[in-house]
C-alpha cells in the first residue's frame, strides 16, 4: 500500500470512528422517542403523553426537589419546616416551569417504574438540556443516592450537586433546609 493510500485509509476509518463516536453520544439522535408535556407538577414530576396518546407520570430518576403543598392545609401551615420546605419547593416547581411548558416535546430515558406506577426516567428537552443536571446545579433539587443505581448519569448530577454545596446555591445557602426524604418522613 503506497503512502498516501494509507493516509487516506487511516482518514477515511477515524472518519467513520468519529461518526459513531459522536452519534452514540447524543441522546436526541433521529428516531429517539419524544413525548409531549402535559403538566408540570412539581419540581421532579411531569405528566407527558406519548406519540399513541397515552398519558402518564414521569417522576425525574436521579433527583428529590423538595415538595410543593398540595392541599389547602398544607398552603396555610404556619409551621417552619412545611414553610421552608414548600417554599424551596415552588422554586423548583418555577424552574422546571421556565425550562419546559406545556406542548413541549422531551425525551426521555425510562429506568424504573416507581411503587406509584410512574415512570422513572431522564428528563432532556429538545435542545438536549439535562433538566435534572439544571435543577440540582442551581441548588434546587438534591442528588437522590439510594436510587443512583439507576441512574446511567449519575456522574453528571453528583458533579452539579458538589459545584452547587461549594457555591451555596439555593438549598445550599439554608441552613433550615430539611431534605425532601427527611420532611416526608416527619410528615
Same mark, same amino acid.
Given at each position: 500500500?503506497?503512502?498516501?493510500?494509507?493516509?487516506?485509509?487511516?482518514?477515511?476509518?477515524?472518519?467513520?470512528?468519529?461518526?459513531?463516536?459522536?452519534?452514540? /453520544?447524543?441522546?436526541?439522535?433521529?428516531?429517539?422517542?419524544?413525548?409531549?408535556?402535559?403538566?408540570?407538577?412539581?419540581?421532579?414530576?411531569?405528566?407527558?403523553?406519548?406519540?399513541?396518546?397515552?398519558?402518564?407520570?414521569?417522576?425525574?430518576?436521579?433527583? $428529590?426537589?423538595?415538595?410543593?403543598?398540595?392541599?389547602?392545609?398544607?398552603?396555610?401551615?404556619?409551621? #417552619?419546616?412545611?414553610?421552608?420546605?414548600?417554599? +424551596?419547593?415552588?422554586?423548583?416547581? /418555577?424552574?422546571?416551569?421556565? #425550562?419546559?411548558?406545556?406542548?413541549?416535546?422531551?425525551? #426521555?430515558?425510562?429506568?424504573?417504574? $416507581?411503587?406509584?406506577?410512574?415512570?422513572?426516567?431522564?428528563?432532556?428537552?429538545? $435542545?438536549?438540556?439535562?433538566? %435534572?443536571?439544571?435543577?440540582?446545579?442551581?441548588?434546587?433539587?438534591?442528588?437522590?443516592?439510594?436510587? #443512583?443505581?439507576?441512574?446511567?448519569?449519575?456522574?453528571?448530577?453528583? %458533579?452539579?450537586?458538589?459545584?452547587?454545596?461549594?457555591?451555596?446555591?439555593?438549598?445550599?445557602? $439554608?441552613?433550615?433546609?430539611?431534605?425532601? +426524604?427527611?420532611?416526608?418522613?416527619?410528615?
Amino acid at each position: 500500500m503506497s503512502y498516501k493510500k494509507s493516509i487516506a485509509y487511516s482518514l477515511k476509518c477515524l472518519g467513520v470512528a468519529f461518526l459513531i463516536l459522536s452519534l452514540t /453520544g447524543c441522546p436526541n439522535r433521529p428516531g429517539q422517542i419524544t413525548y409531549t408535556v402535559k403538566r408540570i407538577s412539581d419540581g421532579d414530576t411531569l405528566a407527558v403523553t406519548d406519540s399513541k396518546g397515552e398519558n402518564f407520570t414521569v417522576r425525574f430518576a436521579c433527583i $428529590d426537589a423538595p415538595e410543593v403543598p398540595h392541599s389547602q392545609k398544607e398552603k396555610q401551615s404556619t409551621k #417552619l419546616v412545611d414553610k421552608n420546605q414548600f417554599k +424551596w419547593g415552588v422554586k423548583a416547581q /418555577g424552574r422546571v416551569q421556565q #425550562l419546559v411548558k406545556q406542548g413541549d416535546r422531551v425525551t #426521555l430515558t425510562l429506568t424504573d417504574t $416507581d411503587r406509584y406506577g410512574r415512570k422513572i426516567g431522564e428528563v432532556r428537552l429538545a $435542545d438536549n438540556v439535562f433538566i %435534572q443536571e439544571v435543577l440540582v446545579r442551581e441548588g434546587l433539587a438534591l442528588v437522590n443516592r439510594p436510587y #443512583l443505581k439507576n441512574c446511567p448519569s449519575a456522574a453528571i448530577v453528583e %458533579q452539579a450537586e458538589a459545584e452547587a454545596k461549594k457555591a451555596r446555591r439555593g438549598i445550599w445557602s $439554608d441552613r433550615t433546609f430539611v431534605a425532601p +426524604w427527611e420532611y416526608r418522613r416527619i410528615k
